[in-house]
């Protein structure tokens, strides 16, 4: 019996790697998805839509692990993100984004799986959790790249164009995640 049970765990483990390998090129296909605005160096991209289903879907310890694999992917070079790939592409203006998306996803999973007895409302709650985790690190990392690049950060000009752009898409992304991840949840091999 120990050995069959150590079977189903590695298989377990492969499948759950698989995932979150899965929503980590999710993300990054999500990246390519992207309006640039002529007012702000940061786009509307899908990876926020990417980042709170991986969460609403994988639970907290995948959608982590999947936006890491996602982050450990551009810090290689791979062009994964908006601005490409590499350290450079991480130090950009919209670096502070990428570095919310693992705890948006840990946090939207966390969230949804105490929200889920509210059914949707429930993992509506916490993408809005989420996104607003992103906001906090984006608009943060932004004001920092804008005082780094002279131009000043003030705090009305960051959340200009950091935060107040995004905001209607994002509320959107995060109602799609909630309407679909139930069912996107029942159509994957999860334990």
Not at 31 to 57: D, N
Not at 102 to 110: D, F, I, Q, S, Y
């Amino acid at each position: 019996m120990f050995l069959k049970e150590r079977a189903i765990e590695r298989k377990r483990a492969a499948v759950d790697l698989a995932l979150a390998t899965l929503f980590a090129a999710f993300t990054a296909i999500g990246a390519r998805l992207s309006l640039h605005l002529p007012f702000t160096p940061v786009p509307i991209t899908g990876q926020v839509f990417c980042v709170l289903l991986a969460g609403a879907v994988l639970g907290s310890r995948l959608g982590f692990v999947s936006q890491v694999e996602y982050l450990a992917a551009g810090a290689a070079g791979l062009a994964v993100f908006t601005q490409g790939g590499g350290p450079a592409a991480m130090l950009g203006p919209t670096g502070g984004y990428l570095i919310g998306f693992p705890l948006a996803a840990l946090a939207v999973g966390a969230m949804g799986t105490q929200a889920r007895k509210l059914g949707r409302w429930g993992d509506l709650g916490a993408c809005l959790c989420g996104v607003v985790i992103i906001y906090i690190f984006g608009a943060a990392w932004f004001a920092a790249w804008r005082m780094m690049t002279t131009e000043g950060a003030r705090l009305t000009s960051v959340l200009a164009q950091a935060v107040y752009p995004f905001v209607v898409v994002d509320v959107v992304k995060a109602a799609a995640v909630a309407a679909i991840a139930p069912t996107v949840r029942r159509c994957l091999p999860m334990a």
